[in-house]
Structures are given as C-alpha cells and as structure tokens.
C-alpha cells in the first residue's frame, strides 16, 4: 500500500466508506424512531433544555446533545443535522452547532457533581462492605 493509497477511490466528500482491508464501512448505528423518542422526552419532561448538535464522525452518525437549566444531559443519535433543526423546531427548544458554541458550563458541572457523587458511594460501599474491590 502506497502512502497516499488511502486517496484513491475517494469521491467529492473525501471518504470513499471503504477501510483498509477492502471492505465497506459502516456507523456503528444510525439514528432512529428511538433515539428521536427519547430527546423528545428528554425535553418535554425537563426545564430549560437546549440541543447542541455533533458532527457526524467516521464511526457515529449525527448526534444530540440535549441539556436541561441544570445540566443534566442525554446524547442520542438523529441522522443528519436537518433532522436535529426539525426536532428542535418541534420541541421548540434552541439549538446550537457543539463544533461553534462547545458544551454549556452547567454540562460540566453537572458531570463533576456526578463523577464525586460516584466517588462518595464507592467510599461508602467500601466502609459497608458491600462494594466490589
């Protein structure tokens, strides 16, 4: 295989979908009824919920991040950016491009609450004796 051998083949978008060893690639799984079900919820059942939007990677489709006024979150995959533009219109929630405006802070609040909250319960299972070593 050439150095630039990964060139060859590779249409407009500049990925041909075909890996190294000749077969096609796949995302790991699309967007579907269910993922769009559950932001749905997501945003109906809490307060201040906003979407940022993910770019699609080599291995997973378009996702959204919704964010609620405390920064509890979800991530599900949708398809394609105009699918997320549509969801949000019917939830009638903003959303924003994750790539321009990043993570909101109360997300990453919300995570470091929850990664010590973890911590502490582990300690205590620990002083229980009921945790795993």
Known sequence: MGL?????GSGASGSSGV???GRRQVLDREGGPADLEHLRSFAKSRRGVEFFVEPETTATDTTVVAVAV???WTRRRVGTP???????RKCVVPIYDVTV???PQVMRDWNERAKRDREKLRA????MGTGES
């Open 4 to 8: 630039f051998s990964w060139l060859r």
């Open 19 to 21: 890996g190294a060893d």
């Open 70 to 72: 405390d920064g509890e």
């Open 82 to 88: 105009r699918a997320a533009q549509r969801l949000a």
């Open 101 to 103: 405006t990043g993570y």
């Open 124 to 127: 205590w299972d620990r002083e």
